[in-house]
């Protein structure tokens, strides 16, 4: 087992869990915006998809994979409107809803890839790696946390961006008191609709970014299914994150280390059944519940819709 | 309390008589409110003038919160126009009535428990994009200046006793700068001092020009603060006395007269409420104790909760057909007395004991079904559920109990029966039993919360603030049903910050101070004096 600490392994396991958990932390990121807010976006996964696919087609189309991550962010926050129009103007069930939209886009995307490609696969270029100057010469972690695709710098950056916005902004004291207490904050004369809809929209965006990520980035293709429940992922480290920012870049790495843990002991020759591998990241989700679910403090009024005078 | 009554009436603030007529602050003309099942506001006119404060009196349900949710924008009126400074405006939102300088403290309080007192200022006023810190620690301390009183802006708002809450609501009231200001009874929560204080910054605030619309179901405070006092009924005003004869009239000659406004032919079921007759003595009845105590707390410590006090080392006996006070500042280990007895939190240290058997080990639901109860004064968080009917929430703590439930079904028309005789009961103003509890008034909500409890056959209760909120009718009929309970032989603990309620109830009044037992008095003559010192002289300790 001691070739488990060689550093060729330490490097795909790191490397991979960053590929890997950079769409959670896009999608984590965004589902604590909402969440926040007080919407329980259960339709994460559904707007993952459609990034994945739109964004895939943006890529393909222009032959850049940032055109690609924009089309992407776009398309999942089209998406988050179907959310907002049933969910925060109309007052529906989140959960119904979102798993509508799951079920929509599951269908949807992988009928017009059937479309547009049939049985072909095409593939995108290989994203540019950004190798950052003097850090990516340190030995194992230079090699894997610091020569990274762009997006990769910026998803840090919007994490610090995000958790600023949350504690020093109105925007983000808002956000906290829609979650917490929506008649509160309609009563200091804040619109409780307008702000869901924003962080509603804000974590359609990052959703599709995120799905884009998993299809320009780290497949290369899209198939159908690619998101394969990530976004049921997300939503997990979105709680666990307890509506802290840097708590959805700890649980995107765990999980996206978990997740690239075959790659790594393929590397140094281990050879684990495949399914046993597959299963290593919802164990970990159920480890990490039975562990942390106690501390999970969800906003108060989470999931709950608003209505004005309804006591 | 007699010390506000006593207190001449502050002559209202003299007007420009130079415009002839002042123009009013606001004016409500002919508002009418309906909800499902019931009319809320009939067709209301009342008006406030700047430098008055008026007070709005009526029972349980007349519909005083929802027309002050009407003026603040929370409601759309069904009809009826309203008028500030003279012109006519639509106020159609909470921010359209802040901007209109009409600032409300609610009556079940609204600050967001997981934001800091800062936060919970800031939200809805920030200017700008980013939040401006240092100038709401100023506009706090001037605030908190103005009104004497001290205020830590860092400070969870959840973890803060009522009383301060209450302080960071009026703050976030006048943050805007109001004309109007609407406090929704605001002294339910407070202690004698407290509302001494709350007087003191009314007076202030008037005389500053702000109207005040103060909504109290305390007589002596409605004739102590208000210029004009109106009296609602079943949505409609009945009355309004006017200042000339606020001031002519002795205390005394005024509550009667409001309490024949209120109650008409009923008014004599109300006479001998508490704060109505000369001296409290002569309610006392003397009834049969058991020899050995029922309830007995020994050395007890609990740790307190968000900042809270908890209590330490605590002893108490309470025998049955006793009737223990605990008197003392809110926020001074009261909730932790309770929830320790009620086994809802662990004591750290001590013993408590039911009937002499120890009963510290067992579980809330097993103290339960040994007869005790405790009737919570968080009635919209842990006293009722919000979403259930009013049915339900009336036989809640017997899920699964027959006749409600038979193999495992919910059997309605059982529930129904029940919840109807004790909706007439204890006069629970509600569309019908199946209504969702929320919507119905604050009272109401405290009414059936107290049905609830005191429908079983308990040996032990422990009220927490049992009558807040209440109409002077519903106060007397809870109290003689206190009385009536420790008259079958029930210890019974009444936790209150209303002194004057301890003193017409109790047998004994413990004093809690910083989770201490400051002191035990037993209920006779010079007993209040007593009380009050030990709250009073042992907090200036
Ligand atoms: N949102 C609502 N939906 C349905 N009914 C309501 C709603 N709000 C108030 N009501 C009803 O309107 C009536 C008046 O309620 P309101 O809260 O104004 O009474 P109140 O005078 O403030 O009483 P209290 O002294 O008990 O606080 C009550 O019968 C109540 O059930
Ligand atoms: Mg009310």
Known sequence: MSDLLTPTFLTALIAGGILAGIPLLFASLGETIAEQSGILNVGLEGMMLTGAFCGFLGALATGNAWVGLTVGAISGLLVSLVMVVFCVRLGLDQIVVG??????????????????????????????????????????????????????????????????????????????????????????GVSVVRVRTVAEMACGA???????????????????????????????I????????????????????????????????????????????????MVVLVVFAREARLPAALGLPYVRGSR | MRVMADAPAPAPATLSSTAGTPVPAVELIDITKVFPGVIANDHISLSVLPGEVLCLLGENGAGKSTLMSILSGLYRPDEGRIRVDGSD??????RRGRDLGIGMVHQHLSLIPTLTVLENLMLGSNKGIILDEKTARTRIADLASTLGITVDADARAGSLALGQQQHVEIIKALWKGSKVLILDEPTSMLTPQGIAELQKVLVELKTSGLAIIFITHKLHEAIAIGDR??????????????????????????????????????????????????????????????????????????????????????????????????????????????????GQRRPSAGDIRLAAASIV???????QRLGLRYVTDDRLGEGVVRP??????????????????????????????????????????????????????????QKALLARELSFQPRVVVFSKPTHGLDVRTIAMVRER?????????????ISTDLDELIDLSDRVAVLFEGKIAGIVDNGPGAETRIGELIVGAQAA
């Open chain 2, 482 to 494: 206190i009385r009536e309970l420790a008259g079958r032989g029930v210890a019974t603990v009444v």
């Open chain 2, 361 to 367: 080990k067992l579980t809330v639901s097993s103290r």
């Open chain 1, 238 to 285: 979105a709680m666990m994150g307890r509506g802290h920012p840097w708590g959805a870049v700890l649980g995107a790495l765990l999980f996206g280390m978990s997740l690239s843990i075959a790659t790594a002991l393929q590397l140094v020759g281990i050879s684990i059944p495949v399914d046993v591998v597959q299963m290593l990241p919802f164990v970990s989700v």
């Open chain 2, 388 to 445: 259930f009917a009013v049915g339900m929430n009336l036989v809640l703590k017997r899920i699964g109990d027959k006749p409600f439930w038979r193999r495992g079904t919910i059997d309605r028309v059982a529930i129904n029966a029940t919840a109807r005789e004790l909706i007439a009961q204890f006069d629970i103003r509600t569309p019908s039993s199946e209504t969702r509890i929320g919507k119905l008034s604050g009272g109401n909500i």
């Open chain 2, 229 to 342: 006092v109106t009296i609602l009924k079943q949505g409609r005003v009945v009355g309004t006395i006017g200042p000339e004869i606020l001031r002519s009239s002795t205390p005394q000659q005024l509550q009667r007269r409001i309490v024949a406004t209120m109650f008409g032919e009923e008014a004599d079921e109300v006479a001998d409420v508490a704060e109505l007759r000369e001296d409290l003595e002569g309610h006392r009845v003397r009834r049969t104790m058991s020899e050995t105590p029922l309830l007995e707390l020994v050395g007890v410590s609990a740790p307190g909760h968000h900042g809270q006090y908890g209590v330490s080392d605590v002893s108490l006996a309470v025998r049955g057909g006793e009737i223990l006070g605990i008197a003392g500042v809110d926020g001074n280990g009261q909730r932790a007395l309770a929830e320790v007895i009620a």
């Open chain 2, 89 to 94: 405006v639509r106020i159609d939102s909470p």
């Open chain 1, 206 to 236: 990052f959703a599709g970014i995120g799905g884009a990520y998993m299809s320009i980035v780290g497949a290369g293709t899209f198939v159908p299914f690619l998101t394969g429940g990530m976004g049921f992922i997300a939503i997990v």
């Open chain 1, 99 to 188: 798993i509508s939209i799951i079920l929509c886009a599951e269908g949807l995307t992988s009928l017009l890839h059937g479309a547009f490609f049939g049985q072909s696969y095409p593939r995108l270029d290989a994203i540019d790696v950004f190798a950052i100057p003097v850090l990516s010469q340190i030995p194992v972690l230079g090699g894997s946390l610091f020569s990274q695709p762009a997006p990769v710098y910026m998803a840090l950056i919007v994490v610090g961006l995000v958790g600023w916005i949350f504690r020093r902004t109105t925007a983000g004291l808002d956000l906290r008191a829609a979650g917490e207490r929506p008649d509160s904050l309609d009563a200091a």
